[in-house]
């Protein structure tokens, strides 16, 4: 299939869904510049497209290119309110740069009735990881705040913090729980 949507690209350089559909296979086989660079010639080919803006969103995505990735998703969302997959992108996003409230509020879909089963599921599984993350994280917290916090329960929290985008929080945890005594 690589080959022959390779061919395809190669003999169609002026279709846009042919390019897209390139961006597509090759981010799958991970040659993410690759995809990058057949992204950015479907946008060249269509600029107004939401559909391969959200697409360029999750290739940057892929790269933890944080601002690159929430910056297209953003512009794919002005472009039609209602595309699934840049919610799902700028909430991965957000997720990741310990903005969970904002995570959850942008997998809020305005008009449910217009996306598709799969666009559904997509969301409403987002929004129940990024819950179940905050949820998670409000226990930890709550465990850790006591003077008789074990460096085990320091070290969950500063796991989850990790995971959120929280680096110099889980940090200064993971130096509090060394302080404490040593983890078994």
């Known amino acids: 299939a690589m ?8 003999l169609r350089p ?9 961006s597509r296979i090759l981010l799958i086989n991970s040659l993410t510049n ?7 010639k479907a946008r060249e080919l269509e600029p107004d497209s ?7 969103a999750e290739i940057y995505l892929g790269l933890r290119a944080w601002v690159e990735s929430e910056e297209m998703a953003r512009l794919a969302l002005e472009r039609d309110p ?3 997959r840049a919610r799902w992108i700028l909430a991965e996003v957000y ?5 969970l409230d904002e995570a959850l509020a942008v997998l809020d879909t305005p008009d449910l009735d217009r996306l598709r089963l799969k666009e559904r599921e997509l969301l409403t599984e987002a929004t129940s990881r990024w819950t179940t993350r905050r949820q998670t994280l409000a226990n930890l917290e709550k465990e850790a705040q ?4 074990s460096p085990a329960d320091l070290l969950a929290l500063a796991e989850a913090l ?3 985008g929280q680096r110099e929080q889980s940090l200064a945890l993971v130096e509090r729980a060394l302080a404490e005594g040593s983890v078994a």
Do not use: C, K, P
Not at 50 to 55: E, G, K, S
């Open 3 to 10: 080959d022959d949507i390779r061919e395809a690209a190669r």
């Open 95 to 99: 997720g990741r740069t310990a903005r």
């Open 14 to 22: 002026d279709d846009a869904e042919v390019q897209l559909g390139f």
């Open 34 to 40: 690759q995809a990058l660079t057949a992204a950015r």
């Open 146 to 149: 006591g003077d008789e916090a």
């Open 82 to 84: 209602h595309n699934a």
């Open 162 to 164: 990790v995971q959120s």
């Open 50 to 56: 939401a559909r391969v803006v959200a697409h360029i």
